[in-house]
Each structure stands twice: as C-alpha cells, then as structure tokens.
C-alpha cells in the first residue's frame, strides 16, 4: 500500500508543470488596445477607449508599435506613437512578480497576461500601471 501511495505521489508531481513558464510571452503578441493608466504619486487615473492607443507586439522581431491617437497632452498615456524593442524576462519572485517587461528601456516593471487583459505594472516603485485589452 505505501509503495502504491509512493507511485502516486510520484506521479502526480512529475506529472504537473507550469506551461506559463514556456509560453511567458506568446499570449502577449498581437493586439491591444491601451485602456487605463492609473498610479504614480498622486495616484492618478486616465481611461481610454478602445482603439485610441493600439499596442502590437511582434513576435518576428521583438517589438512594440505603438499607435498613440490620443490628444490630449495633459494626462499620461504611456508611449509615444513610434516603434520600440522590448524583452520578456522569467522573474523567480514571489508569485506578485513572475514575468518582467522591458520596453526599449524606457519601462520595466511585471507583466500580467490573460486571454483579454494585459497588465504592465511600475507601482510597486510609486510609478504606473497600465491596463491593455483585446
């Protein structure tokens, strides 16, 4: 009985992995648009329709364009429109903190991916997060 108990254990945990690990940026490319801003000092947020600042990222080369349409200057709406590199790094943290983006070195900070929604976050350091949608 304890060796049956053994192979199940044994099983059980060779038999799980985390597929997010291998796949920590493939559900980031495409499309996105920018929809909310929100942090920093003063704890700020900006909303933004769909479709006002798209965000593409490029599987081929590893890169971000950027689409920024928005005209109003006063409130921060990330980058400006152009192209810029950006890099997926694997974070062994705390669970908070697993994958990091860095985008032309201009932003680092963790990522968050669902099928829907992106997250790119900075408020662990009083900066931004920016919320992404599909």
């Not at 669970?95 to 662990?124: H, P, R, W, Y």
Request: glycine content about 8%; proline content about 1%.
């Amino acid at each position: 009985m304890k060796l049956l108990l053994t192979i199940v254990a044994v099983a059980l945990f060779t038999g799980c992995n985390n597929d997010d690990d291998s796949n920590a940026n493939a559900s980031v490319y495409g499309q996105w648009s920018l929809v909310k801003v929100q942090g920093g000092i003063a704890g700020t947020t900006h909303e933004f329709d769909m479709g006002t600042i798209t965000w593409i990222f490029n599987p081929d080369n590893q890169t971000v364009t950027v689409i920024n349409n928005n005209t109003d200057d006063s409130v921060n709406d990330g980058f400006d429109s152009g192209v810029y590199d950006f890099q997926v790094l694997t974070v062994n943290g705390n669970g908070d903190c697993d994958s990091q983006m860095t985008i032309d070195e201009l932003f680092s900070g963790c990522m968050n991916v669902t099928s829907t929604t992106f997250k790119l976050s900075q408020q662990a350091a009083d900066g931004f997060e920016y919320t992404l949608k599909r």
